[in-house]
């Protein structure tokens, strides 16, 4: 019937009905890509107006950091391909809710199984863990030459160091599968190796390690949390010569919307972290807190505003600075020089309930005289304390303690 009302139409072969196929399917095909075309560069007509039209961003909340401005234009910069290079830098840290699109980036890539974004592991349980680094060897060796010296031309004042492994090394059980991990161990034994006997080194890693279950490092940020330092505290004060440190603490939890420097970092948002202060009890924890080179005196070690902040950790101190003297009421004459790097902010408040004075001594901005300092302020204890991470990369120790 069907070839009776259609008498000279001819039944296609099976070729003719694959290009067929093919010719419809490119059709269609062409149509979505016209149409994707279409919004994408409607997209960036709107991103392109308000790039014009918006005004320039200074800093980056969510990186913590200042952003990159438009560049001054000048023959001289465009003939050396400066100026062209800071343009690009402009406009990548400037582009239409960039945020936005460094988030999406980073879901694409978990939904594609990758779990590294910009040196940080995507671990479970949102944990974001910093990778670690191979030493520099150069800057390491002289650090550990210079400590060792050092120690050694102070054999009358207890000097003690350590190490704090970090997040990756002592979460492994929440670091990605088959995701390589530095052996911080061996490193720690290194330093402890290259020290020798010219001071105490405490090695912390079986004690971080016991605890791997607790929340001792913070998920969005490269610190250890203030249990952490609680736990590596109780660890260090026989070598410091702390007899029967108090048990006892009132925790106090000051924000639980905190996100840390591994969040700005990776471009991951999903954690969020509680930060708590420890206050020991029944021992008296008043001081006077001197930033040196501010010119700033308080009666406290943290810094509320912080809290307000993108770096909630800053309220520890308000961050890092070159030099900080601490002094107390406490009786007798323990006075103590720490050099540390930003790991050691929230340990600071363990120690001030059992010395008179504490000087804090950050290497990466400090430039005076260190022997000076030891014999102004009558040093009886000294201690090195930093995380691995940072100190393998470290280029300041060394030359702060050799300067004269």
Known sequence: MENQRHPHKR???PEEKRRRKEKLFYQRSSKIYFKMAGIFL??????????????DKKYSESENRMLAQKPEFSMANLASGKYMKDMENYVTDQFFIRDKWINLKVLEDLALGKRESNGVYIGKKDHLMEIPGAPNQKALDNNLDAISNFAASHPDINTVM????????????????NAPVRDQEA???YVQSAVGTSLNFVDLTKTMTSHKDEEIYYKTDHHWTTLGAKYA???????LGIDSPTQEYTIYPVTHSFQGTLTSKSGYDKGMDTIELYIPQNVNTDCVVNFVDEGKRTASMYESAA????????VFFGGNHSRVDISTPMEGKKNLLLFKDSYANCFIPFLVPYYRNIIVIDPRYYYDNIESLITDNEITDILFLYNVNTFMGDTSLGDVLAAE
Do not use: G
């Not at 190490?163 to 492994?172: E, G, H, M, R, T």
């Open 11 to 13: 039944k296609m072969t």
């Open 42 to 55: 409607f997209f960036l007509i709107i991103a392109f107006a308000f790039n014009l039209f918006s005004k």
């Open 162 to 177: 350590t190490l704090i492994p970090n997040a990756a090394y002592v979460y492994d059980h929440l670091i990605p599968r």
């Open 187 to 189: 490193d720690i034994k």
């Open 233 to 239: 505290f109780d660890a260090l004060s026989t070598a």
């Open 307 to 314: 809290l307000e902040n993108k770096d909630k950790y800053e």
